[in-house]
């Protein structure tokens, strides 16, 4: 039997925000019919215009707030809204810090961890502009090729200059980029027929060495003028490096396999807790870089070296956090699947002269198994993998080597509660509060640390 939804489309109706929800929207209920809707915070009453009715839940959107939360900020810019580039805006700084810590502390109730600390989050001073990376759509909005981000839950491009969270020089270079494609009259792609020619633009810069990269996506491997729009691209105050990546899939993934350097260098430099770094553009680099000093910092305090220690880096990048590492450590092995990253990881232990760190190209999973047949004995095992999480095979491993010490990184609570319970089971334990440090303001994004000792 079809059970009737207690709101329809297009109505318009008074609640009560009880909730939020990890992508950061309200949550309000109706006959215990939950609506999500953004731009809301709990505490609030809120008129709600109905969007989206499905099965178990709708979307609405605000009309009106009746009664506000004193969390709430003013001054929302209507295109992040639409985007969802920072779905946390409307909530002043200190909450959000709060929301996150409190993310990680229901995750755990859930799972019955409610024992284990949850240290408050590691906020930023200015927690706008922060971002070292952009990846911006390049579409035809009003009849002219435009760069800005998608509607949330589309592919309709709304066009931004002002990005807000992203460092304000990267968005300038997007409008100068933008402008010399323009110039050039290059068709932006056009996804549904699929012609056109760039897709997204690309861009990195070095916070401390101010260098900058920008990448070109482009579905077809030939561009009109392209060695004109290279050298303007080139002559951008600041930009080093100017290479063009070729993706004529139709697919969601941004990059393609097949780069070319257009002009300048491959890649970008810039400096973490005093080490240099080089970084391509296929390389994994942590987005923000004033809170991922705090964060290794926090990791390298949790891992408790005194210099005699043998550690593994398992997701170790461009070796950033290895390198650190190795300076408090007697050897670190870093483990990559990204073979660019492991070659830039390479390059940097001989420019940092770290002489006690070794990387391998591999997946976790295999690399630790062969780590453990060899008989390796880590004192310190350091994880930081993506969303995912850690797959078994690489928990197993990891105990069956015995480390003192798991230090986990996370970019996503649910899967380190999920981990934390699968390590507890075999018999490590979380005996320090959980650090999340804010590597995302105004968005949802929770990264943490924990550390787990050997019971
Ligand atoms: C969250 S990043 C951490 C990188 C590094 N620790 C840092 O802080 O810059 C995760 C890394 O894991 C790599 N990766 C993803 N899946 C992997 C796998 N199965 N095995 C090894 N590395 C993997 C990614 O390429 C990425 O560099």
């Not at 009106?64 to 909530?91: C, F, M, W």
């Not at 290279?230 to 780069?259: C, L, Y």
């Amino acid at each position: 039997m079809k059970i009737k939804a207690p709101v329809e489309k297009n109505q318009t109706y008074m609640v009560a925000i009880t909730d939020l929800t990890y992508q950061g929207m309200g949550v309000a209920k109706i006959e215990h019919f939950p609506i999500f809707i953004a731009d809301s915070i709990p505490g609030e009453q809120i008129q709600v215009k109905i969007t989206k009715v499905q099965k178990n839940f709708a979307f609405g959107r605000v009309e009106k707030v009746l009664v506000e939360s004193p969390d709430r900020v003013a001054g929302n810019d209507v295109a992040y809204t639409q985007t969802g580039i920072a779905p946390l805006q409307h909530i002043a700084y200190p909450a959000q810090l709060k929301f996150k810590q409190t993310q990680i502390k229901n995750l755990l109730q859930k799972s019955h961890l409610e024992q284990i600390e949850v240290a408050e989050t590691v906020g930023m001073e200015n927690p706008t502009g922060y971002r070292n990376k952009a990846q911006v759509p390049v579409r035809k909005v009003k009849g002219q090729l435009a760069t800005g981000f998608f509607k949330r839950g589309s592919h309709d491009l709304v066009p931004i200059e002002d990005f807000y969270i992203q460092d304000p020089v990267i968005d300038q270079v997007i409008l100068k980029v933008r402008d010399i494609l323009r110039e050039y009259q290059i068709e932006p792609y056009d996804e549904i027929n699929q012609r056109g020619v760039v897709r997204n633009i690309m861009v990195r810069r070095g916070r401390r060495s101010g260098e900058i990269m920008v990448v070109l996506i482009t579905r077809t491997s030939s561009v009109s003028h392209l060695d004109e729009i290279a050298a303007a691209i080139h002559q951008i105050d600041g930009v080093v490096s100017v290479i063009q990546n070729i993706n004529p899939k139709q697919t969601n993934v941004i990059m393609g396999k097949e780069d070319r350097l257009l002009a300048g260098e491959s890649v970008i430099h810039d400096e973490l807790l005093g080490q240099k770094f080089i970084i391509s553009a296929h390389s994994f680099y942590q987005v923000n870089p004033v809170q991922t000093e705090k964060l290794y910092q926090l990791a390298i305090e949790k891992a408790g070296l005194t210099g005699k220690e043998t550690v593994l880096d398992v997701y170790s990048g461009i070796g950033t956090i290895s390198l650190a590492m190795a300076q408090a450590a007697k050897k670190v092995y870093g483990v990559e699947i990204v073979k660019e990253a492991v070659q830039d990881a390479k390059v940097n232990a001989v420019q940092n002269q770290a002489k006690n760190v070794k990387f391998v190209v591999g997946k976790a999973e295999d690399q630790m198994a062969k780590w453990q047949a060899e008989g390796m004995q880590p004192d310190v095992v350091v994880v930081d993998p993506p969303r995912k999480g850690l797959d078994e095979s690489v928990i197993n491993a990891t105990v069956a080597m015995a480390p003192k010490r798991v230090v986990y990184v996370s970019c996503n609570p649910a899967t380190l509660v999920r981990d934390i319970d699968r390590f507890q089971a075999q018999g490590y334990k979380v005996d320090q509060p959980i650090t999340p440090v804010d590597q995302f303001p105004q968005t949802p994004h929770v990264e943490s640390v924990t550390v787990m000792s050997r019971s």
